[in-house]
């Protein structure tokens, strides 16, 4: 069997985020169960327009469905700003609302902020709406994230390295 394959998409462009911190903990921990690749391009996505949503889309865009696509599952870690989704992960997902990619594709969710209880909750109905395959052990609200992680981004809080554990074993599951 082939190793699968998982997108990670980070909410937070900032290098030393909690959020990428944790998928580089979500990879050291399920480094024999699956290969993590970090989608980094966000950035270079345009607002979406829904007029050129199925014509004349950018590269940017055609790259990003594909990754998706080509994933045997995605892993989404965003932070919660202003009692919401960050505008750069929302403006990402609206460029596949008119697409299939994310039809029964394994999904893990992960929320990771001061609160963000508003933004996972958004992120759930958001994701749940596209169809995702995932199931509650896949879908993480961490509040406090900085409190359990160490100047270094290594995950300190034995609670949440448990979490992560189980999500890894999970989601091995769900990819099949």
């Known amino acids: 069997m082939s190793e699968k394959k998982i997108l990670a ?3 937070s462009t900032r290098e030393q985020s909690a959020n990428k911190h944790l998928i580089n ?3 050291k921990l399920s480094a024999y169960r699956f290969q993590i690749h970090i989608y980094n391009d966000l950035t270079l996505l345009p607002y979406f327009n829904q007029d050129v949503a199925d014509v004349n889309v950018s590269e940017a865009v055609i790259k990003f469905r594909k990754a998706i696509g080509d994933a045997d599952g995605v892993l989404i870690c965003t932070p919660e700003y202003v009692f919401s989704l960050p505008g750069i992960l929302k403006n990402a997902i609206e ?4 697409t299939t990619v994310f039809s029964d594709k394994p999904t893990a969710l992960i929320t990771a902020s001061s609160s963000g209880q508003k933004a996972h ?3 759930l109905l958001v994701m749940k709406t596209l169809g995702i395959k995932t ?3 896949l879908c993480l609200l961490i509040s406090g994230v900085k409190s ?3 100047a270094k981004g290594d995950v300190t809080d034995v ?3 448990a979490k992560l554990q189980t999500l890894a074993v999970r989601f091995e ?3 099949g």
């Open 25 to 27: 903990a979500i990879a």
């Open 95 to 98: 460029w596949t609302v008119s």
């Open 148 to 150: 359990k992680l160490n």
């Open 159 to 161: 609670v949440l390295r």
């Open 121 to 123: 909750e958004s992120l």
């Open 173 to 175: 599951t769900l990819l």
């Open 135 to 137: 199931e509650d052990d």
């Open 9 to 11: 998409i980070c909410g």
